[in-house]
């Protein structure tokens, strides 16, 4: 039976690459909608390049939604500096034919959740969790029937990349993600110390470029483009590729390894909005609220995107 995912995501150059890695997947993994949030760039955007990639990959079935366009309380951050002032800098654009579903994004995912089995909805969340949180507050009794919320956010051991601390989706939304993390559900956090593992190397990015088909050079480019900016910030040998690890999660979460842990999320302090508290040691007490990964075999995770990418038009 194909795992039922909700998607929730701003798109964003891996973003869409992520978007595209679950669509190919589509043997596994049965995508109920596509919901959209401000973050990279503004909600108009994001809900725009959703359209164009389920278009590029010949999917113009799946529902796509607006959400939130600002966070709960915080100011409105963004990140064209990375992204580009479409937020899909470096790709070849196109105005969608394909609609945008008139229900606010939140709202689909208390409907869908609610219509579903129990149990038997994944929200994958790949940009702050406004929308996630917003359905929470709206409707708490979804809570319990959630299996399990898959986040790609936060950062502990290796720093922050939009402040010393804070990751860049935690830290658009900082009062998002503390309620998302404290609904009752099963989170899994793909943070920081995981995706700067899972890194665009040469000759996996070439993999990718080489598949015989149009999607798979397309993903190559959003890859290559994504990797300007982080190259010169991180001097490595390819940029991480975060939002990808949540999808390559659903599909194979022996490929990441980490551990149950208590986290907590800055939402007072201005020089540390956004920093994710991880009690790696459990030296609060406090009982956990999430799986925190750390580890993935990235050579494991390229191939399997490969592979799913490949069977893309």
């Not at 507050?137 to 290796?158: H, Q, T």
């Not at 309620?179 to 070439?206: E, F, I, M, N, Q």
Request: with cysteine.
């Amino acid at each position: 039976m194909r795992q039922k995912v909700i998607f929730d995501t701003d798109p964003g150059l891996d973003d869409a690459v992520a978007l595209l890695f679950l669509l190919g997947a589509s043997d596994r993994l049965d995508l109920l909608g596509v919901t959209c949030v401000a973050g990279n760039v503004g909600v108009g955007a994001t809900s725009r390049n959703a359209r164009i990639v389920c278009e590029w990959a010949g999917r113009p079935d799946v529902p796509v939604y607006a959400g939130a366009a600002a966070p709960l309380c915080a100011s409105v951050a963004t990140a064209e500096e990375v992204h580009g002032e479409g937020g899909m800098a470096g790709a070849p654009m196109h105005t969608p034919a394909m609609p945008l579903q008139p229900l606010h994004a939140a709202q689909f995912i208390v409907d869908t959740v609610r219509e579903q089995a129990p149990g038997s909805v994944t929200l994958c969340a790949v940009g702050p969790l406004t929308n996630l949180a917003l359905a929470l507050s709206l409707a708490p009794d979804i809570a319990p029937r959630i299996g399990r919320i898959v986040v790609m956010g936060g950062a502990y051991f290796e720093g922050g990349n939009i402040t010393p601390s804070a990751e860049f989706n935690f830290y658009a939304d900082p009062h998002a993600a503390a309620r998302v993390l404290h609904a009752g559900v099963p989170v899994t956090v793909l943070p920081l110390d995981a995706t700067h593992k899972a890194c665009t190397a040469a000759s996996r990015v070439a993999r990718v470029a080489a598949l015989p088909n149009v999607c798979g050079p397309l993903a190559a480019r959003l890859m290559t483009s994504f990797e300007r900016h982080d190259v010169q910030k991180y001097g490595q040998d390819g940029a991480p590729l975060h939002d990808p690890c949540a999808v390559a999660w659903l599909l194979a979460p022996a490929l990441f390894g980490g551990r149950e842990v208590n986290v907590e999320i800055e939402t007072a302090s201005a020089l540390t909005r956004g920093h994710s508290s991880v009690d790696w040691w459990h030296s609060t007490g406090r009982a956990p609220n999430a799986t925190w990964i750390t580890e993935v075999d990235a050579d494991a995770m390229f191939a399997l995107m490969a592979a799913a990418i490949g069977r893309l038009p």
